[in-house]
């Protein structure tokens, strides 16, 4: 290890997922296990660098504490023994002024509430690639009494919930999977707890606020019994069949997300489905409809649903950044087929051509129909 690096523990031997301690959710859902827990500095004797060196160790991980805040080490020789290395890694910091400052976040949210930056998980398609610089480690922020604390400076400020009568009740919403799966590191930082708590808090003081977060995770015992008041919506990002099991290494099987769903629902949160990336593989009529029919199969009656559809897209950054993560990957990513979308800074991202995306749309406002009735779309993109 560099010298600014101090181990402290040697790694702990691996354990059957049935011997871990009670604060691990059940042994049956999908676990991530990263090899290196490094803790900065700053971030040491917080509750967050607790779970995690303390879970961590129990899943086998190396708990390094560095005398500095700089988290290096994980480049590697190769690209492909970087993305290794920081893929498995899970670093516990303080979140930079930056974080402090929300930014807008439509269509999915008002504002952006980060508590991690960067994912466990390995899916081919991923959005962040070409959106964070440096290897892809996933950082948590330690200092969450600082993050909650600028909350109340955003609440009445949102656009989306204010200016829609689908989601008014909501309040100002949050929007905490922008830049990682919260749920994926949950059991090793207990952030999303603690974030499910503090909304629920605000709320019974009379903020008008709400909390989103998606996952691809299914590891939701922790959240099951928290004090949530109905303030935070978890929502599943899910996808047909076979997209899951080509493209989404690392994360928990799609009957397993559903079932998450399914149990978050019965606990009383308004729960949602975040079907994304939507791409038109053989036969996706089928595949799509064989989702939503298992998502009703599992919803208790009543259950407060949202929808939202997103297609797949990226930017000649992304792809680049992915065929350098995945270089055998069959996923299309052919800017020959795909029709260019510029945003208002001039940047290119490469969407299916229109005819194909208003078939796609006109199919999925159908389906969901009569498959969800209940449910509401919030939107199509
Ligand atoms: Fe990327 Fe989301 Fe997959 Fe994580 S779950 S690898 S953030 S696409």
């Known amino acids: 290890a560099p010298p600014h690096i101090a181990p ?14 009670a604060h691990l959710p059940e042994g049956k859902t999908r676990l991530w296990r990263p090899k290196r827990i490094v803790i900065a500095k700053a971030a040491a004797g917080t509750a967050v660098a607790a779970q995690a060196a303390r879970v961590g160790a129990e899943l086998g991980a190396e708990v390094v504490h560095l005398s500095g805040n700089t988290v290096r080490g994980l480049k590697g020789e190769s690209e492909a023994e970087t993305y290794r290395r920081a893929k498995s890694t899970l670093a516990i910091v303080q979140a930079p002024p930056s974080a402090l400052k929300l930014q807008p976040i439509p269509p999915s949210a008002d504002f952006r509430l980060d508590l991690a930056v960067g994912c466990p998980a390995h899916c081919q398609y991923c959005y962040l690639a070409g ?6 480690v996933t950082r948590a922020y330690a200092n969450l009494g600082e993050i909650f604390a600028v909350l109340p400076d955003y609440l009445g400020q949102g656009r989306i919930t204010s200016g829609t009568q689908a989601r008014g009740h909501e309040g100002t919403t949050f929007e905490a999977s922008c830049y990682t799966d919260p749920l994926g590191i949950e059991h090793l930082t207990g952030s999303l707890s603690a974030a499910i708590e503090h909304v629920a808090g605000m709320h019974q003081e009379g903020a008008e606020i709400g909390l989103r977060f998606t996952t691809k995770y299914d590891a939701v015992a922790p959240l099951l019994t928290l004090q949530h008041g109905g303030r935070t919506r978890a929502r599943f990002s899910v996808n047909a069949e076979i997209v899951t099991r080509l493209f989404e290494g690392g994360t928990a099987p799609l009957g397993a997300r559903l079932a998450a769903m399914g149990r978050m629902a019965a606990a009383g949160y308004p729960v949602g489905l975040t079907v994304a990336p939507i791409m038109p593989v053989e036969g996706w009529q089928d595949a799509y409809d064989a989702l939503l029919s298992r998502t009703a199969a599992v919803l208790p009656e009543g259950a407060d649903l949202t929808v939202e559809l997103i297609t797949h897209r990226f930017t000649p950054g992304s792809r680049e950044v992915l065929m350098g993560w995945y270089p055998a990957t069959k996923l299309e990513m052919d800017p020959g087929v795909r029709a260019q979308k510029r945003n208002k800074f001039g940047g290119v991202k490469y969407v299916y051509p229109k005819a194909l995306m208003d078939e796609m749309k006109g199919w999925f406002g159908e389906a969901v129909r009569a498959r969800l009735p209940r449910a509401s779309v919030l939107y199509w993109t």
């Open 131 to 136: 959106s964070l610089s440096g290897p892809p």
């Open 8 to 21: 402290t523990h040697a790694p702990a031997p691996r354990r059957a997922p049935d011997e871990l301690a």
